[in-house]
């Protein structure tokens, strides 16, 4: 099987980094992929990846770690804007399902 | 834009009632999803499908069937509905290119149907 964890929130100051931890248990997966969702709204992509490594997009960095079985996001320059919910996913191996953590609440204060 | 749509936002219907939620995405994507999400758990994956007609069972398919006739609809039914249905859903869809890892791509989602179930 395959278990997501994210912690629950998380709190961090307008215009500071802050890092999103996401650890897994799973014998196997495509990639992993980090969405953003606002309350009430739809998730949106972020990021993937595939092979171990950093990915960076603009203020969004995602980073992967499969023999650590660790990932996290990064975002720098936080905004107000970036309150919301970031969700963790594996595709699996055979690249149809996906499965998501509970997601971590960030909230950004001024 | 890739844009998913969903029939509702907000839904709102009696034990034991025929439920249907509509999907539809305009970007041509052979894969649609729909999920459920509830504090503290998640989304999870009722069904999924890959073609038209086609499909397969996600981890919670209890009590729900789908319905595939045309490339872009994807419809979730809840047969006879019940209060622990009472669930944020969500619709999503990706296209295809392989199984290659180098393949992958994203899920668009819908906006949410939030149904309530009295």
């Known amino acids: 099987g395959q278990n997501i964890d994210q912690p629950t929130e998380m709190t961090a100051t307008e215009g500071a980094i802050v890092q999103i931890n996401c650890t897994y248990q799973t014998s196997g997966f495509n990639g992993l992929f980090w969405y953003q969702q606002h309350a009430g709204e739809a998730p949106t992509f972020l990021s993937y990846n595939v092979l171990d490594g950093l990915e960076e997009k603009g203020r969004f960095s995602s980073f992967l770690s499969r023999s650590k079985g660790y990932s996290y996001l990064l975002l720098k320059e936080l905004q107000m804007k970036d309150s919301a919910s970031y969700l963790c996913a594996l595709r699996n191996t055979g690249g149809f399902k996906t499965i998501f953590g509970a997601g971590t609440r960030l909230f950004v204060k001024a | 834009d890739v844009k998913v749509t969903q029939s509702s936002r907000y839904l709102v219907k009696r034990t034991g009632e025929k439920v249907f939620l509509e999907c539809v995405q305009d970007m041509d994507h052979e894969n649609m999803f729909w999920y459920r999400q509830d504090p503290g758990l998640g989304l999870r994956l009722i069904y999924f499908s890959y073609d038209v007609k086609m499909k397969e069972k996600g981890d919670i398919p209890e009590g729900y069937s789908v319905s595939r006739e045309k490339k872009e609809r994807f419809s979730l039914i809840l047969e006879s509905a019940s209060t622990n249905q009472t669930s944020m859903y969500l619709c999503?869809?990706?296209?295809?290119?392989?199984?290659?890892?180098?393949?992958?791509?994203?899920?668009?989602f819908g906006p949410g149907t939030r149904l309530t179930v009295t």
């Open positions: 999503a869809s990706t296209t295809f290119q392989g199984w290659a890892s180098g393949s992958l791509r994203e899920q668009y």
